[in-house]
């Protein structure tokens, strides 16, 4: 069965460069959501997005932006990286918001 | 606002014992209940989930959790485990919301041969 699909899986970039993250959900899922997982810790809330519109936000910083486009998939774009971004970003899927989420295996952004 | 509490940090076995791994939640109203569990540099695997109904809920890999409404509790259960299940345990709820899920911070299982 298809599951999320998350690219790149590893990046590397310096401070103050610009990275882009690339979400697929599962098809017919209309709903996405971003986590960040620094080294040790457990996922952290950052966005989601229910039919391309933007349904919640948690604790993603200003300096980072998000879309759903009209084929579902999802983009986390993040700019003027710090060391602090380093860190597991994962995207999940849902049909509707709530209930079941299936993960990606995440990208790994490494901010030297 | 909704939280979970993994008390247990680090927790070392042996191979072929028994397994309980403790949740407990704050919420509101009952929520979706789940435990994922991560190997190192990996993704997050869902063993089991509860929604609603029978309150002892079987997952994969041998593993089961039992939901205790008086309690707030979500506790996991392996009869015997094995070296493979060494990894990180997440506990996590859902409101049915678009918030996703709220994690516990992660119980970091060892197996000991």
């Known amino acids: 069965a298809a599951g999320v699909i998350q690219s790149p899986r590893h990046l590397i970039k310096e401070k103050r460069e610009t990275a882009t993250l690339k979400c697929y959900p599962i098809?017919?899922?209309?709903?996405v959501y971003w986590y960040q997982q620094g080294p040790g810790q457990d996922p952290q809330f950052l966005i989601s997005f229910y039919e391309k519109m933007q349904s919640d936000k948690g604790s993603i910083p200003d300096r980072f932006s998000a879309q759903q486009f009209s084929d579902y998939h999802s983009e986390l774009n993040m700019s003027s990286l710090e060391l602090g971004d380093s860190a597991l970003y994962f995207c999940?899927?849902?049909f509707g918001s709530g209930g079941e989420l299936f993960f990606g295996e995440g990208s790994r952004l490494t901010v030297l | 606002a909704q939280s979970v509490t993994q008390p247990d940090i680090h927790i070392t076995v042996s191979e072929g014992a028994s397994l309980e791994l403790r949740c407990n939640y704050s919420?509101?109203?009952?929520?979706?209940l789940f435990w994922y569990v991560q190997s190192p540099g990996q993704g997050l695997q869902l063993l089991l989930k509860?929604?609603?109904?029978?309150?002892l809920v079987q997952g994969i890999k041998g593993f089961e959790a039992e939901f205790k409404r008086s309690q707030s509790s979500f506790n996991l259960r392996k009869p015997s485990v094995h070296w493979s299940d060494a990894a990180e345990y997440f506990c996590a709820i859902s409101g049915g919301g678009a918030d996703g899920l709220t994690f516990g911070k992660g119980t970091h299982l060892i197996i000991q041969p």
């Open positions: 098809p017919r899922h209309d709903t």
């Open positions: 999940a899927s849902s």
């Open positions: 509860y929604f609603s109904g029978d309150t």
């Open positions: 919420y509101g109203a009952t929520p979706y």
